[in-house]
């Protein structure tokens, strides 16, 4: 089974009519992948998919779309998969030690 056989049944499975560009999501998600992150890839085309969806986009719309997401991909100033430092893992010592009032406590 090719690709195109996958889309064609995943979208019978799926009961939806849509058209795939198989060769713009692979290199649209090869592209995010070593640009911004190792997972990037197949959220940007799922949320392609949403945009295309939400915006009923025929083909044409579908290229321009992926054309913006390329260019952000291609603009992305941040090393692949480089964490913010809000997603930094943080040692549970460093927790442990951590000094806390009052106003910090949930509860």
């Known amino acids: 089974m090719n690709l195109h056989d996958w889309i064609d049944e995943l979208c019978d499975v799926l009961d939806i009519e849509a058209e795939a560009d198989e060769g713009l999501l692979a290199d649209l998600a090869g592209l995010t ?13 799922f949320l392609l998919g949403v945009a295309a969806g939400e915006q009923g986009a025929d083909p044409d719309r579908v290229e321009r779309l992926a054309a913006k997401a390329q260019a952000l991909a291609e603009s992305w100033d941040r090393p692949a998969g480089a964490t913010s430092a809000e997603d930094e893992d943080v ?17």
């Open 33 to 45: 992948h070593d640009n911004v992150h190792h997972s990037a890839g197949p959220v940007t085309a």
């Open 91 to 107: 040692e549970f010592e460093e927790l442990a030690d951590a000094d806390y009032s009052d106003s910090d406590s949930l509860v």
